[in-house]
């Protein structure tokens, strides 16, 4: 029995030091690709970014528009386009007027 004990306990150990040699390794791995894509010490906060989504686009392109209401059933990802591109633009003139400065544009997913 001890010498089973024995054993098990070497063998514990030999499993310990293989984990810690490979934790080890990572860090350094780790390490290599910040310092190649020039992170180690970056001390930047990261940009901040709103995101806008219009929930229901074809029943707002509907209520605003009555050309729309026609096309939105037969072409509704030309009107969901046309949706963004109103929003985009109604956005920025107020941003604009409000003498913000802003990067606008439409991302597809």
């Known amino acids: 029995m001890i010498t089973f004990l024995l054993v098990l306990s070497i063998l514990l150990v030999l499993f310990s ?12 791995v780790i390490a290599r690709m910040m310092e190649n894509d020039d992170i180690a010490d970056s001390e930047q906060e990261p940009e901040l970014v709103i995101t806008l989504r219009v929930l229901d686009p074809i029943a707002l392109a509907k209520r605003e528009s009555r050309s729309a209401r026609v096309l939105a059933d037969k072409l509704p990802v030309m009107v969901r386009k046309m949706v963004y591109q109103e929003v985009m633009k109604e956005l920025e003139a107020e941003m604009t007027e409000r003498e913000i400065d802003v990067d606008m544009q439409i991302e597809y997913r």
Request: with cysteine; glycine share 0%.
């Open 17 to 28: 030091v293989f984990v810690c040699w490979q934790v080890l390794e990572q860090r350094k």
